[in-house]
């Protein structure tokens, strides 16, 4: 699966062998929130069934091995093993799990709008040349053109997925995340805040490290993320 890599800078304390907390862009916190759209069998299958807390993975095992036969007639036995939930928060730089992302806004073409005609009295409009007017009795033949609204475009190109491929957040900040995954817009004020609540004697023990974000990455969070509160320590600090 290609996937494109993404990158965010980590701010360590090389004495307790933790992170503080990363500073990341709007790609990263779109990835990050894509998670909370994942539905549980998309995570099971991501993950492996094996590798599952408590007993989902045998709810997905015991899918997989149901014989067909004892499935509703119409009904796909694949569904609720792959199921397919699009979400805002993915984007073309984000998707490292979900596949690929939904079309661009530009790509998106309005659907061709009917024909419509009308006769001389103009009282009445019909889909087909040649129908009889029920006002006058001539033929309705001269074409009619439909003007769509600009609300309608929108509301087009927001089902096709245009605004989707935008991601969920503003680009116009970095972002804040915390080893647990709280996110927040970050500035020089909360910087500072942040160091003074982790209790930061030692300036000289602290250490950033820009980190990798690909597919296998995106996997170990989320897999920490449902099992941990230290989830950027978990994944980068092996």
């Not at 998670?35 to 549980?40: A, F, K, N």
């Not at 590798?51 to 694949?78: F, I, R």
């Not at 033929?139 to 997925?161: D, F, H, I, T, Y």
Request: aromatic share 6%; hydrophobic share 40%; proline share 6%.
């Amino acid at each position: 699966m290609a996937t494109t890599a993404l990158s965010m800078k980590l701010l360590v304390d090389t004495k307790a062998r933790r992170v503080l907390f990363a500073e990341a862009s709007k790609d990263v916190v779109d990835f990050l929130f894509s998670i909370l759209s994942l539905p549980v069998g998309t995570a099971v299958k991501l993950l492996g069934k094996g590798s599952m807390v408590g007993s989902v993975g045998s709810l997905y095992a015991s899918v997989e091995k149901l014989d067909g036969t004892y499935v509703q007639p119409g009904a796909a036995k694949d569904a609720p093993l792959h199921p397919a939930v699009p979400s805002p928060a993915v984007s073309n730089k984000s998707s490292l799990l979900l596949g690929s992302p939904p079309p661009p806004a530009s790509s998106i073409r309005a659907q061709p709008q009917p024909t419509t005609f009308f006769g001389g009295c103009r009282s009445y409009m019909t889909d087909k040349r040649g129908t009889a007017c029920p006002s006058c009795g001539g033929q309705m033949s001269k074409e009619l053109k439909l003007v769509p609204s600009a609300v309608s475009g929108r509301q087009a190109a927001q089902e096709a997925g245009g605004v989707a491929g935008k991601g969920f957040v503003q680009g116009i900040v970095t972002y804040t995340v915390m080893d647990d995954l709280k996110v927040s817009p970050m500035s020089s004020i909360s910087g500072i805040t942040l160091l003074n609540t982790f209790g930061v004697k030692d300036l000289g023990a602290l250490q950033e490290k820009t980190v990798q974000l690909g597919y296998n990455e995106g996997l170990d969070i989320l897999k920490a993320s449902l099992q941990s509160k230290t989830v950027l320590t978990d994944v980068f600090l092996k």
